[in-house]
């Protein structure tokens, strides 16, 4: 199966790129055969460029490449989303996604289908996606500590192993506290500590959300095919 170039007139396919870590969709381009070609031997992205008129590798000037993670086509073969790692802002104007201008709300007297809305700016990336940001923050914080000698998370990798999973049970305790006491906004805000603290220890451990969500996926495909994990006591 590969893409079928003759159904475009101008034999372009157009191309959607999307974070493989945190699903927010990065920019669109364009792929003719040799840029398709190019960009699954290289394993960077490399488009047609329309304005151009040649080949394009994405960070060819500015070295904010796409690393390719995956390649799915549509089922028809004339549309591919590129699953990709990017190495720094993926848009020229220096932000992570091409995607981020506000689109306005059309008044609601005028809007023809429903109540009017507006997609939002500087947030175009699902809200689950935020914690593979935050995940990865936290390994740039314990690899390169000069860039913020500061921050709370840099300290924690200093205080070591012990203290990091001393703070995991402290925010558990807690956590239970505020959801035993109904207290809504307390469970949300002692949730939120636990799962930073969870992914500081492991990542203090050489692991991953990418490991730990592995693992999920795992049970999920068992249960999936009819392997019932035993109910909890």
Known sequence: MDLDFQKMPDQLVPAIVQDAATGQVLMLGYFNAEAW??????GRVTFFSRSKQRLWTKGETSGHYLQVASLHLD????????????????????TTSCFEAEVPAAPPETAA??????????????AVGFLAELDQLIERRRQFPAEEPGSYTVRLFEK??????????????????????GNKAGLAGEAADLVYHLLVLLRVNGSSLD????????????IGAGQRRPLPD
């Open 160 to 181: 070591g192993l012990a203290r990091i999973a001393q703070k995991v049970g402290e925010e558990a305790v807690e956590t239970v506290i505020e959801a035993m006491a």
């Open 211 to 222: 490991e730990m969500l592995a693992v999920l996926r795992q049970r999920h495909q068992t």
């Open 75 to 94: 089922c028809d073969q004339d549309a591919v989303l590129v699953r990709a790692h990017p190495a720094g802002p993926t848009c020229h104007r220096g």
């Open 113 to 126: 289908f429903g109540p009017a809305v507006t997609v939002g700016a500087g947030q175009p990336a699902p």
């Open 37 to 42: 070609q190019k960009t699954q031997t290289e």
